[in-house]
């Protein structure tokens, strides 16, 4: 059983850079075929994909969002992390890490309410 753990603050100041990171068990974030997303939603709103990074590192990010956005990994601690910069109070939303598998989104994490105010 894959299971995944946001951890990080939950509130950031305006203008800081909000950190995420994500615990995976059960299963590498290396194994093949698999990526590694963060997705979150804004009270009242619908999902918003940020981004992602594969088994293999490459990384890939919401166009919206890209240049603001760094997703990065630790192999041995089975981790990756989400780097939000420049945050506004419309970043505040929960936040999940959630693994996509061939063809579908099989594991997501309990998600993590981020609060970005002075």
């Known amino acids: 059983q894959v299971q995944l753990q946001e951890s990080g603050p939950g509130l950031v100041k305006p203008s800081q850079t909000l950190s995420l990171t994500c615990t995976v068990s059960g299963g590498s974030i290396t194994t093949n075929g698999y990526y590694w997303n963060w997705i979150r939603q804004p009270p009242g709103k619908e999902l918003e994909w940020i981004g992602s990074i594969a088994y293999g590192g490459s990384t890939y990010y919401s166009p919206s969002l890209k240049s603001r956005t760094s997703i990065s990994r630790d192999t041995s601690k089975n981790q990756y992390t989400l780097q939000l910069s420049s945050v506004t109070p419309e970043d505040t939303a929960v936040y999940y890490c959630?693994?996509?598998?061939?063809?579908?989104?099989?594991?997501w994490g309990q998600g993590t309410q981020v609060t970005v105010s002075a």
């Open positions: 959630v693994r996509e598998g061939p063809g579908r989104i099989d594991y």
